[in-house]
């Protein structure tokens, strides 16, 4: 195993595969030939070491684009990080419709070996037309869990929710895959497009077809009224959705399980049977990254949404705000010059969110990626944006809203792991891959697959990590590690596997708030 990575021949700097200590003599292979480095000073693993000097002002290059500016003049050796290296991004930028030849781009190669385009077509043919197992509902939507849902349209009756799911999920264990609440604080006092964001959000997780069964719970009094909300959700079988107003009900929680019954009842008509993979909606995150997660688990995941679209399957792109500095990437392989400028309106609309709430537009990363090695937003960014792999961008939809376009889609909603990961859910994602190389337990309403960017921390938290994409820099190649995580994507679809979240019971939701609460 070597002990560093350079991720383009452009680059200033390599990427610590071990700790290394002031005085450590690293062998580089360039352009130039073999060229031997001293460190000088102490590097932690996942950080950058400065392969050549750099003048106060200058552009450091990583994944062959700017990561930032050096703050001083740096000598080759260096620890690449806060004390010396800043941001380059600043205010609005002007963007120009300029689609790539091909939908590849000319992006790093990943760690492992051959790139993503080299091994790309031998794969989609050997995977043409997959299958999984799964339940195809009545309006010819497919899910991968046949579970009963219920939705709070106001957060006063949380614990009211939760002791109904409690009860019920006793009750069906074995005749549905569990009955399930999500605690939210909104619905009540919230005013304009808050309401509104609350309703559409809360409504399009309604509609998910992982429910095979929803009851709605409402107080009665709350602005998020039950017949304003029901508008929200739009068609939908009365033997599917189900609505209760707790303040006209004798006994709440006995008529709340007495509707779930039924809504059990209607889940058991469905058996899974054989669908195309076409049929999956992948939605994509990273939480807690480190320096190792635009080389190891954010190319990897591309390589499975790569995979996934080329089968005619969907894949969903989040957190805006981690897309600042690597927004070109994305404009640039717009399907057309309509979807162009949807995604500098959604990129725009996001710096000015950032704007009206006074605050710093490019106040990232997190205290806890820099620690793991990320030094920039511009740096993040375009790590993160590697999950979408290389494919076209074929749509760009509002926050709470649903994806109807297979290939890739960019969908607005911020950073936030709890906020992107229910967005991505309320989106359809079935199943979403969440990168990280610091680790988190949680997970959103559908199997939340937490695939870690270093075998240490798989290792360590075996009850939180999924899958260990850190075997890219150990004995597995970037091909034979996106056939591991295709098919256990596959299985979790079929039923055959559970995450450690949906294990855990660690279900939850939170919803995006940017307005007056009265």
Same mark, same amino acid.
């Given at each position: 195993?070597?002990?560093?990575? &350079?991720?383009?021949?452009?680059?200033?700097?390599?990427?610590?595969?071990?700790?290394?200590?002031?005085?450590?003599? =690293?062998?580089?292979?360039?352009?130039? *030939?073999?060229?031997?480095?001293?460190?000088? /000073?102490?590097?932690?693993?996942?950080? %950058?070491?400065?392969?050549?000097?750099?003048?106060?002002?200058?552009?450091?290059?990583?994944? +062959?684009?700017?990561?930032? $500016?050096? %703050?001083?003049?740096?000598?080759?050796?260096?620890?690449?990080?806060?004390?010396?290296?800043?941001?380059?991004?600043? #205010?609005?930028?002007?963007?120009?419709?300029?689609?790539?030849?091909?939908?590849?781009?000319?992006?790093?190669?990943?760690?492992?070996?051959?790139?993503?385009?080299?091994?790309?077509?031998?794969?989609?043919?050997?995977?043409?037309?997959?299958?999984?197992?799964?339940?195809?509902?009545?309006?010819? /939507?497919?899910?991968?869990?046949? /579970?009963?849902?219920?939705?709070?349209?106001?957060?006063?009756?949380?614990?009211?929710?939760?002791?109904?799911?409690? &009860?019920?999920?006793?009750?069906?264990?074995?005749?549905?895959?569990?009955?399930?609440?999500?605690?939210?604080?909104?619905?009540?006092?919230?005013?304009?497009?808050?309401?509104?964001?609350?309703?559409?959000?809360?409504?399009?997780?309604?509609?998910?077809?992982?429910?095979?069964?929803?009851?709605?719970?409402?107080?009665?009094?709350?602005?998020?009224?039950?017949?304003?909300? %029901?508008?929200?959700?739009?068609?939908?079988?009365?033997?599917?959705?189900?609505?209760?107003?707790?303040?006209?009900?004798?006994?709440?929680?006995?008529?709340?399980?007495?509707?779930?019954?039924?809504?059990?009842?209607?889940?058991? &008509?469905?058996? &899974?049977?054989?669908?195309?993979?076409?049929?999956?909606?992948?939605? !994509?995150?990273?939480? *807690?990254?480190? #320096?190792?997660? *635009?080389?190891?688990?954010?190319?990897?995941? #591309?390589?499975?949404?790569?995979?996934?679209?080329?089968?005619?399957?969907?894949?969903?792109?989040?957190?805006?705000?981690?897309?600042?500095?690597?927004?070109?990437?994305?404009?640039?392989?717009?399907?057309?010059?309509?979807?162009?400028?949807?995604? @500098?309106? =959604?990129?725009?609309?996001?710096?000015?969110?950032?704007?009206?709430?006074?605050?710093?537009?490019?106040?990232?990363?997190?205290?806890?990626?820099?620690?793991? *090695?990320?030094?920039?937003?511009?740096?993040?960014?375009?790590?993160?944006?590697?999950?979408?792999?290389?494919?076209?961008?074929?749509?760009? $939809?509002?926050? #709470?809203?649903?994806?109807?376009?297979?290939?890739?889609?960019?969908?607005?909603?911020?950073?936030?792991?709890?906020?992107?990961?229910?967005? =991505?859910?309320?989106? +359809?994602?079935?199943?979403?891959?969440?990168?990280?190389?610091?680790?988190?337990?949680?997970?959103?309403?559908?199997?939340?697959?937490?695939?870690?960017?270093?075998?240490?921390?798989?290792?360590? %938290?075996?009850?939180?990590?999924?899958?260990?994409?850190?075997?890219?820099?150990?004995?597995?190649?970037?091909?034979?590690?996106?056939?591991? =995580?295709?098919?256990?994507?596959?299985?979790?679809?079929?039923?055959?596997?559970?995450?450690?979240?949906?294990?855990?019971?660690?279900?939850?939701?939170?919803?995006?708030?940017?307005? @007056?609460? !009265?």
């Amino acid at each position: 195993m070597n002990s560093w990575v &350079r991720l383009h021949e452009k680059d200033h700097v390599v990427i610590a595969l071990q700790p290394f200590s002031k005085g450590d003599v =690293l062998t580089l292979d360039g352009a130039e *030939g073999q060229q031997e480095l001293t460190v000088l /000073e102490e590097v932690p693993k996942g950080h %950058k070491v400065l392969t050549k000097p750099v003048q106060a002002g200058e552009h450091i290059l990583k994944f +062959g684009y700017s990561i930032g $500016v050096a %703050k001083e003049a740096i000598p080759a050796g260096s620890w690449v990080h806060t004390h010396n290296m800043g941001t380059g991004l600043k #205010g609005f930028l002007d963007y120009t419709y300029e689609p790539s030849a091909s939908s590849e781009g000319d992006g790093a190669t990943p760690a492992g070996g051959k790139s993503e385009k080299e091994t790309s077509g031998a794969q989609q043919q050997k995977n043409l037309s997959r299958t999984f197992q799964g339940y195809v509902r009545d309006n010819g /939507e497919v899910g991968i869990r046949n /579970e009963i849902w219920i939705i709070n349209t106001v957060g006063c009756i949380n614990k009211t929710c939760e002791i109904v799911a409690r &009860r019920a999920d006793a009750s069906y264990a074995g005749r549905v895959d569990g009955v399930y609440h999500f605690a939210h604080p909104f619905g009540c006092s919230q005013l304009g497009d808050d309401l509104v964001h609350t309703q559409k959000l809360l409504a399009s997780l309604v509609n998910h077809p992982n429910a095979a069964g929803v009851l709605v719970i409402g107080l009665g009094c709350e602005n998020n009224q039950i017949e304003a909300f %029901k508008r929200a959700i739009g068609d939908h079988s009365p033997e599917r959705v189900k609505f209760l107003k707790s303040q006209e009900a004798e006994d709440e929680i006995e008529e709340a399980l007495e509707l779930v019954d039924e809504l059990v009842q209607y889940a058991e &008509r469905f058996t &899974r049977e054989t669908v195309p993979v076409s049929k999956l909606k992948l939605g !994509l995150k990273c939480g *807690g990254s480190d #320096g190792l997660s *635009g080389i190891t688990a954010n190319p990897l995941v #591309g390589a499975v949404s790569d995979r996934l679209i080329a089968e005619g399957g969907t894949a969903i792109l989040t957190e805006v705000p981690e897309m600042f500095g690597a927004e070109t990437i994305l404009m640039n392989r717009a399907a057309d010059e309509q979807v162009f400028h949807k995604i @500098v309106h =959604l990129v725009n609309d996001f710096k000015q969110y950032f704007i009206k709430h006074d605050q710093e537009i490019y106040e990232n990363p997190s205290p806890g990626n820099k620690a793991g *090695g990320i030094t920039t937003l511009e740096e993040k960014s375009l790590g993160c944006t590697q999950k979408g792999g290389h494919a076209i961008v074929r749509d760009v $939809v509002p926050y #709470g809203q649903r994806i109807t376009s297979p290939g890739l889609n960019l969908l607005e909603a911020p950073g936030n792991d709890l906020v992107s990961v229910t967005a =991505l859910s309320a989106g +359809g994602a079935h199943i979403v891959f969440f990168t990280t190389g610091r680790g988190t337990p949680f997970g959103g309403p559908v199997p939340t697959v937490k695939i870690a960017t270093n075998s240490e921390l798989a290792g360590r %938290k075996k009850n939180w990590i999924d899958f260990n994409a850190g075997q890219l820099l150990e004995d597995k190649s970037m091909e034979t590690l996106t056939d591991e =995580l295709w098919e256990q994507m596959i299985a979790l679809a079929s039923g055959e596997r559970r995450t450690n979240n949906e294990r855990n019971g660690f279900k939850e939701i939170a919803i995006f708030k940017d307005g @007056v609460i !009265l």
